[in-house]
């Protein structure tokens, strides 16, 4: 997790704008991002932004948080500690998303109906998100469900039965992990500080 942001703030650091709009656009990947592909496999923008927000942890140690509205969809992102996550990373992740529906969707013409966001945006991202940043305490991507519910041309239901039984997967493991990380952590608050060092001791325990 610390090492995630410390990258994050390198990034926020060295990466000029543009960078950062050439990286965050999903036509100009190059790696495999199992989450983004996940979602364009789906049949709508709603569906890929469930897909997405529900496996977005697998790469980053970031909450999606979505909230369903009756006419609108609101997105936010922060760290799952919390922390409040820099500029570069929220504008990749507003750019990422905006890419994957206007992608999954086949037209430039989605945009979103609000965006806020702490910091400044310089003009050329504001010109790829097509409307104006509102300047607020938080981050905030909204976007009407009619452009949500629009058909995905990139539906792929046969890619999606292989991804989603891997994504699971990986998901049940990371759920293992932390609760023996966790396990770990309370063994040995328990037995350190009653004078219990040793290895077999504490090997035992767990």
């Known amino acids: 997790h610390e090492q995630y942001k410390a990258f994050?703030?390198?990034?926020?650091?060295?990466?000029d704008v543009d960078t950062i709009l050439l990286i965050s656009k999903v036509d100009a990947l190059t790696t495999f991002v199992p989450e983004f592909f996940a979602g364009l496999c789906a049949d709508s923008g709603i569906n890929c932004i469930k897909r997405i927000s529900k496996y977005?942890?697998?790469v980053a140690p970031i909450s999606m948080n979505v909230k369903y509205g009756d006419k609108e969809t609101a997105i936010s992102y922060q760290y799952n500690d919390g922390d409040t996550i820099p500029?570069?990373?929220?504008?990749?992740?507003?750019?990422?998303i905006l890419s994957i529906l206007r992608q999954g969707a086949g037209t430039a013409d989605i945009k979103p109906t609000r965006l806020v966001t702490e910091y400044e945006?310089?003009?050329?991202?504001v010109e790829y998100f097509g409307v104006e940043v509102i300047k607020g305490k938080t981050n905030e991507i909204v976007f009407s469900n009619e452009d949500l519910n629009r058909p995905f041309i990139t539906e792929n239901n046969r890619m999606w039965?292989?991804?989603e039984s891997e994504l699971n997967q990986r998901l049940k493991e990371m759920e293992v992990d932390n609760s023996f990380s966790a396990t770990v952590r309370?063994?040995?608050?328990?037995?350190?500080p009653g004078g219990v060092s040793d290895a077999d001791k504490i090997a035992y325990e767990l």
């Open 8 to 15: 994050v703030a390198a990034m926020d650091k060295y990466f």
């Open 56 to 58: 977005k942890k697998i």
């Open 87 to 96: 500029r570069a990373m929220i504008l990749n992740a507003q750019i990422s």
């Open 121 to 125: 945006y310089p003009q050329n991202a």
């Open 161 to 163: 039965d292989y991804l």
């Open 186 to 192: 309370k063994t040995l608050f328990e037995l350190i």
